[in-house]
Protein backbone atom coordinates (compact mmCIF):
# COMPACT_ATOMS: atom_id res chain seq x y z
CA UNK A 1 0.00 0.00 0.00
CA UNK A 2 1.28 3.76 -1.37
CA UNK A 3 2.13 5.85 2.37
CA UNK A 4 3.17 8.96 -0.94
CA UNK A 5 0.79 9.46 -3.15
CA UNK A 6 0.59 10.96 -6.59
CA UNK A 7 -2.13 10.74 -8.42
CA UNK A 8 -1.74 12.96 -11.22
CA UNK A 9 0.76 11.28 -13.99
CA UNK A 10 1.15 13.96 -16.07
CA UNK A 11 0.48 17.84 -15.73
CA UNK A 12 0.70 20.14 -18.76
CA UNK A 13 0.77 23.85 -17.99
CA UNK A 14 1.28 26.80 -20.52
CA UNK A 15 4.34 28.49 -20.01
CA UNK A 16 4.22 31.86 -17.91
CA UNK A 17 1.22 30.28 -15.78
CA UNK A 18 1.17 28.47 -12.61
CA UNK A 19 2.02 24.60 -12.31
CA UNK A 20 0.46 23.03 -9.08
CA UNK A 21 1.24 19.52 -8.39
CA UNK A 22 0.07 17.53 -5.49
CA UNK A 23 0.85 14.96 -3.54
CA UNK A 24 -1.14 12.81 -0.50
CA UNK A 25 0.17 10.78 2.34
CA UNK A 26 -0.62 8.07 4.45
CA UNK A 27 1.02 7.97 7.54
CA UNK A 28 0.62 10.12 9.88
CA UNK A 29 3.99 10.20 11.39
CA UNK A 30 5.44 11.94 8.63
CA UNK A 31 7.03 15.10 9.97
CA UNK A 32 9.11 16.25 7.05
CA UNK A 33 8.25 16.53 2.71
CA UNK A 34 10.66 17.42 -0.29
CA UNK A 35 9.78 17.40 -4.07
CA UNK A 36 12.68 16.22 -5.73
CA UNK A 37 12.89 17.12 -9.66
CA UNK A 38 14.35 14.58 -12.73
CA UNK A 39 15.05 15.12 -16.19
CA UNK A 40 15.85 12.19 -18.39
CA UNK A 41 18.90 10.42 -18.22
CA UNK A 42 19.61 12.01 -15.17
CA UNK A 43 19.31 11.69 -11.27
CA UNK A 44 16.44 12.96 -9.51
CA UNK A 45 18.00 16.33 -7.60
CA UNK A 46 16.56 17.45 -4.44
CA UNK A 47 14.56 20.67 -4.86
CA UNK A 48 12.62 21.92 -1.47
CA UNK A 49 11.34 20.77 1.47
CA UNK A 50 9.01 21.01 4.27
CA UNK A 51 8.97 20.00 8.18
CA UNK A 52 5.65 19.66 9.02
CA UNK A 53 5.88 22.48 11.85
CA UNK A 54 5.31 24.75 8.93
CA UNK A 55 2.66 25.09 6.94
CA UNK A 56 4.46 27.14 3.43
CA UNK A 57 8.09 27.29 2.31
CA UNK A 58 8.90 29.09 -0.49
CA UNK A 59 11.94 28.94 -2.48
CA UNK A 60 12.03 31.41 -5.34
CA UNK A 61 9.49 30.33 -8.15
CA UNK A 62 9.08 27.18 -5.93
CA UNK A 63 6.53 27.21 -3.05
CA UNK A 64 5.35 23.78 -0.90
CA UNK A 65 2.12 24.11 1.12
CA UNK A 66 1.67 21.62 4.01
CA UNK A 67 -2.21 20.58 4.92
CA UNK A 68 -1.36 17.98 7.49
CA UNK A 69 -5.11 17.29 8.70
CA UNK A 70 -5.54 16.63 4.97
CA UNK A 71 -2.07 14.84 4.68
CA UNK A 72 -1.63 16.58 2.00
CA UNK A 73 0.70 18.45 0.02
CA UNK A 74 1.07 20.54 -3.06
CA UNK A 75 4.56 22.30 -4.86
CA UNK A 76 3.35 25.31 -7.12
CA UNK A 77 5.45 27.00 -9.49
CA UNK A 78 5.01 30.48 -11.21
CA UNK A 79 5.35 31.36 -13.17
CA UNK A 80 6.08 28.22 -15.11
CA UNK A 81 9.39 27.81 -17.38
CA UNK A 82 9.94 25.19 -20.23
CA UNK A 83 13.13 24.24 -18.36
CA UNK A 84 10.92 22.88 -15.72
CA UNK A 85 9.52 20.23 -17.64
CA UNK A 86 10.39 16.77 -15.92
CA UNK A 87 9.22 14.23 -13.78
CA UNK A 88 8.40 15.67 -10.00
CA UNK A 89 8.62 13.50 -7.26
CA UNK A 90 6.91 13.70 -3.78
CA UNK A 91 8.82 12.02 -0.55
CA UNK A 92 8.55 12.08 2.46
CA UNK A 93 10.62 10.62 5.91
CA UNK A 94 9.87 10.60 9.24
CA UNK A 95 12.20 10.96 12.01
CA UNK A 96 10.26 8.20 14.31
CA UNK A 97 10.20 4.30 14.56
CA UNK A 98 12.99 2.26 13.06
CA UNK A 99 13.39 2.86 9.56
CA UNK A 100 16.73 5.24 9.64
CA UNK A 101 14.16 8.83 8.37
CA UNK A 102 14.17 6.63 5.22
CA UNK A 103 12.38 8.54 1.97
CA UNK A 104 9.30 6.78 1.29
CA UNK A 105 8.62 8.34 -2.36
CA UNK A 106 5.75 9.17 -4.71
CA UNK A 107 5.40 8.04 -8.32
CA UNK A 108 6.22 10.85 -9.70
CA UNK A 109 4.28 13.48 -11.85
CA UNK A 110 5.76 14.26 -15.80
CA UNK A 111 5.33 18.43 -15.83
CA UNK A 112 4.97 19.85 -19.21
CA UNK A 113 5.90 23.51 -19.73
CA UNK A 114 5.11 24.06 -23.75
CA UNK A 115 6.18 27.47 -24.66
CA UNK B 1 34.07 13.45 -11.75
CA UNK B 2 31.83 15.24 -9.28
CA UNK B 3 29.25 14.49 -7.31
CA UNK B 4 27.75 10.72 -7.89
CA UNK B 5 28.39 8.32 -10.66
CA UNK B 6 27.03 5.10 -11.87
CA UNK B 7 28.39 2.38 -14.43
CA UNK B 8 27.02 1.28 -16.58
CA UNK B 9 24.85 3.35 -17.50
CA UNK B 10 22.51 1.08 -19.67
CA UNK B 11 22.69 -3.21 -19.21
CA UNK B 12 21.08 -5.86 -21.19
CA UNK B 13 21.47 -9.44 -19.20
CA UNK B 14 20.13 -12.82 -19.32
CA UNK B 15 18.24 -14.54 -16.95
CA UNK B 16 21.70 -17.01 -16.17
CA UNK B 17 24.03 -14.16 -16.05
CA UNK B 18 26.05 -12.74 -13.50
CA UNK B 19 26.84 -8.65 -13.49
CA UNK B 20 27.43 -6.08 -10.78
CA UNK B 21 26.35 -2.57 -11.09
CA UNK B 22 29.02 0.52 -9.61
CA UNK B 23 28.48 3.61 -7.60
CA UNK B 24 31.20 5.79 -6.60
CA UNK B 25 30.39 9.33 -4.91
CA UNK B 26 32.70 11.81 -4.60
CA UNK B 27 31.03 13.79 -1.69
CA UNK B 28 32.82 12.11 1.20
CA UNK B 29 29.44 11.45 2.29
CA UNK B 30 29.16 8.31 4.93
CA UNK B 31 25.59 6.80 3.81
CA UNK B 32 24.61 5.23 0.41
CA UNK B 33 21.74 3.92 -0.60
CA UNK B 34 20.37 1.62 -3.95
CA UNK B 35 16.74 2.45 -5.28
CA UNK B 36 15.01 0.51 -7.72
CA UNK B 37 12.56 2.26 -9.84
CA UNK B 38 10.33 0.35 -12.26
CA UNK B 39 7.60 1.61 -14.63
CA UNK B 40 5.01 3.37 -12.83
CA UNK B 41 5.87 2.23 -9.56
CA UNK B 42 7.59 4.55 -7.06
CA UNK B 43 10.96 5.14 -5.98
CA UNK B 44 11.65 1.78 -3.70
CA UNK B 45 15.01 1.77 -1.66
CA UNK B 46 16.42 -1.57 -1.64
CA UNK B 47 19.77 -1.33 0.77
CA UNK B 48 21.39 1.46 3.17
CA UNK B 49 24.66 1.28 3.56
CA UNK B 50 26.02 3.83 6.52
CA UNK B 51 30.01 3.77 7.10
CA UNK B 52 30.30 1.07 5.57
CA UNK B 53 28.12 -1.16 7.28
CA UNK B 54 24.36 -2.24 6.18
CA UNK B 55 21.81 -1.02 8.07
CA UNK B 56 18.73 -2.00 5.92
CA UNK B 57 17.79 -4.13 3.37
CA UNK B 58 13.88 -4.04 2.33
CA UNK B 59 12.80 -7.92 2.18
CA UNK B 60 14.93 -7.87 -1.12
CA UNK B 61 15.29 -10.79 -3.09
CA UNK B 62 18.90 -12.78 -2.63
CA UNK B 63 19.92 -12.12 -6.33
CA UNK B 64 20.62 -8.81 -5.52
CA UNK B 65 23.90 -8.59 -3.12
CA UNK B 66 25.38 -5.32 -2.11
CA UNK B 67 28.97 -4.62 -1.23
CA UNK B 68 30.59 -1.63 0.06
CA UNK B 69 33.78 -1.59 0.43
CA UNK B 70 34.59 1.32 1.21
CA UNK B 71 32.60 4.58 1.96
CA UNK B 72 33.24 6.15 -1.88
CA UNK B 73 31.76 2.81 -3.33
CA UNK B 74 28.52 0.70 -3.81
CA UNK B 75 28.15 -2.36 -5.64
CA UNK B 76 25.06 -4.29 -6.80
CA UNK B 77 26.28 -7.65 -7.80
CA UNK B 78 23.05 -9.20 -10.01
CA UNK B 79 22.97 -12.97 -10.40
CA UNK B 80 19.86 -15.08 -12.17
CA UNK B 81 17.74 -12.22 -12.62
CA UNK B 82 13.73 -12.32 -13.88
CA UNK B 83 12.58 -10.35 -16.56
CA UNK B 84 10.65 -8.52 -14.06
CA UNK B 85 13.50 -6.90 -12.39
CA UNK B 86 14.17 -5.20 -15.68
CA UNK B 87 14.19 -1.35 -14.29
CA UNK B 88 16.26 1.57 -13.56
CA UNK B 89 18.46 1.34 -10.70
CA UNK B 90 19.71 4.30 -8.75
CA UNK B 91 22.46 4.64 -6.15
CA UNK B 92 22.06 7.80 -3.43
CA UNK B 93 24.85 9.19 -1.19
CA UNK B 94 23.71 11.92 2.13
CA UNK B 95 26.37 12.94 4.61
CA UNK B 96 24.63 11.04 7.35
CA UNK B 97 21.76 8.51 7.35
CA UNK B 98 18.38 9.80 6.40
CA UNK B 99 17.17 12.75 3.85
CA UNK B 100 16.09 15.78 5.82
CA UNK B 101 17.62 19.59 5.73
CA UNK B 102 20.85 19.91 4.98
CA UNK B 103 21.24 15.97 4.75
CA UNK B 104 19.50 15.85 1.37
CA UNK B 105 20.21 12.72 -0.55
CA UNK B 106 22.24 13.16 -3.67
CA UNK B 107 21.30 10.41 -6.62
CA UNK B 108 23.64 9.21 -9.54
CA UNK B 109 22.01 8.97 -12.93
CA UNK B 110 21.13 5.20 -12.66
CA UNK B 111 21.62 2.14 -14.67
CA UNK B 112 19.10 0.79 -16.70
CA UNK B 113 18.82 -2.70 -16.97
CA UNK B 114 16.63 -5.23 -18.59
CA UNK B 115 16.72 -8.51 -18.30
CA UNK B 116 16.11 -10.58 -21.22
Known amino acids: DQQVKQNSPSLSVQEGRISILNCDYT??????FLWYKKYPAEGPTFLIS?????DKNEDGRFTVFLNKSAKHLSLHIVPSQPGDSAVYFC??????????????FGKGTKLSVKP | ETGVTQTPRHLVMGMTNKKSLKCEQH?????MYWYKQSAKKPLELMFV???????ENNSVPSRFSPECPNSSHLFLHLHTLQPEDSALYLC???????????????FGPGTRLTVL
Open chain 2, 92 to 106: ASSQDLGGRGDNEQF
Open chain 1, 91 to 104: AATSAYGGSQGNLI
Open chain 1, 50 to 54: ISSIK
Open chain 2, 27 to 31: LGHNA
Open chain 2, 49 to 55: YSLEERV
Open chain 1, 27 to 32: NSMFDY
